[in-house]
């Protein structure tokens, strides 16, 4: 079972008696933390949170096979369950896994207990990992694929209640997109921003994401493929406030137009995306972009960038010009629609 497997199921409100939760993404294991607590609705003296490499868990079973004392039902977690990893740490005290088994065979309904474990693996030859699969919930937290990012974008805004443009999504740092707290953090303030119910433009995230200076080359790439000087001198503007030097954003320029170029002839020759990916050894979220920018370039006008850009960065390292003005005559040479 995944994260998206078990937080549909606990939203429905079938909550299992005695769930496993592990992997390596803590944004997906605190979201379904947060989940067992809304759906379990208990008292919070009914919520007890134990950590396995200083409780045994024949004392954590005990609590949970005690009646509560208020209303509601006990809500049990049990953080860094070891004993369910190949080479476990030499602990003051012993885990007694027959009470864990004979738990399993039975729980009380009176008590949810989840195991969590941010680690990667379990050793599934151990006993007690095979009783765990066959008697309690595991969902696996996986980090995201570079490919899921763009699913997880308009996932965040749905749970929301907002829908994002896929151009807006486009705009978003690729950082940005494998960090999933700081993604969340953006989408939640964009969609307080455009309100229930709202889109999220690519105009509004130009406004309101926080821009690095490979989302801002890359919004200066858009710029170029529809020809809108204006908007390009005021993005570099706006660069220039954040003490970005000129020579420094030809070279993210020339990275972003250069790789469209590649992924351009690569398509040309038949080569799939992940064929592209593994042929240039890179993010595959770049090759994604690339992939979505080619088809408005010609390879002609993209040589003509390339070499407009490498010019201007001669130019800049011998010193022959002011680099404010070289680099508005080269964002005005780039608008060139005379090359195609």
């Known amino acids: 079972m995944t994260y998206l497997n078990l937080s549909r199921r606990l939203k429905k409100n079938d909550i299992p008696l005695v769930s496993l939760v592990y992997g390596e993404e803590t944004f997906f294991i605190q979201r379904l933390k947060d989940?067992?607590?809304?759906?379990?609705?208990?008292?919070?003296?009914?919520?007890?949170?134990?950590?396995?490499t200083e409780t045994p868990i024949q004392d954590v079973l005990a609590d949970a096979m005690t009646y509560p004392f208020f209303e509601g039902k006990k809500l049990i977690f049990a953080t860094n369950p070891i004993f369910l990893q190949t080479k476990a740490k030499k602990l003051p005290f012993e885990h007694q896994l027959t009470v864990l088994e004979d738990y399993l065979q039975a729980p009380p309904d009176y008590s949810i207990v989840v195991f969590i474990h941010t680690a990667e693996k379990i050793d599934s030859r151990k006993k007690i990992t095979k009783q765990l699969k066959q008697k309690a919930e595991i969902a696996v937290c996986e980090t995201i694929k570079p490919h899921e990012a763009?699913?997880?974008?308009?996932?965040?805004?749905?749970?929301?209640?907002?829908?994002?443009?896929?151009?807006?999504?486009?705009?978003?740092?690729?950082?940005l997109?494998?960090?999933?707290?700081?993604?969340?953090?953006?989408?939640?303030?964009?969609?307080?921003?455009?309100?229930?119910?709202?889109?999220?433009?690519?105009?509004?995230?130009?406004?309101?994401?926080?821009?690095?200076?490979?989302?801002?080359?890359?919004?200066?790439?858009?710029?170029?493929?529809?020809?809108?000087?204006?908007?390009?001198?005021a993005i570099y503007h706006d660069l220039l406030k954040q003490?970005?030097?000129?020579?420094?954003?030809?070279?993210?320029?020339?990275?972003?137009?250069r790789m469209i170029l590649r992924v351009k002839l690569l398509k040309q020759k038949g080569y799939s995306q992940g064929q592209i990916q593994k042929s240039l050894g890179v993010h595959p979220y770049v090759v994604k972009i690339a992939h979505e920018r080619e088809r408005q370039f010609s390879i002609k006008r993209l040589k003509y960038i390339i070499n407009q850009l490498a010019e201007t960065d001669a130019l800049l390292k011998q010193g022959k010009m002011d680099k404010n003005i070289a680099f508005e005559l080269l964002l005005h040479n780039l608008m060139n629609r005379n090359v195609n």
């Open 35 to 52: 989940l067992f607590i809304k759906q379990v609705n208990t008292d919070s003296e009914n919520i007890m949170t134990y950590d396995l």
């Open 177 to 233: 997109l494998i960090n999933l707290q700081l993604l969340q953090s953006e989408i939640s303030k964009l969609a307080l921003y455009v309100g229930e119910g709202g889109v999220i433009t690519k105009e509004i995230v130009e406004k309101l994401v926080s821009h690095t200076p490979t989302s801002s080359a890359l919004r200066l790439v858009d710029a170029v493929m529809i020809a809108d000087l204006y908007k390009a001198i």
């Open 243 to 257: 003490k970005e030097d000129q020579i420094a954003l030809i070279g993210l320029l020339a990275y972003q137009f």
């Open 150 to 175: 763009e699913k997880w974008v308009i996932t965040m805004a749905e749970d929301l209640h907002v829908t994002i443009e896929r151009e807006a999504i486009y705009l978003l740092d690729p950082d």
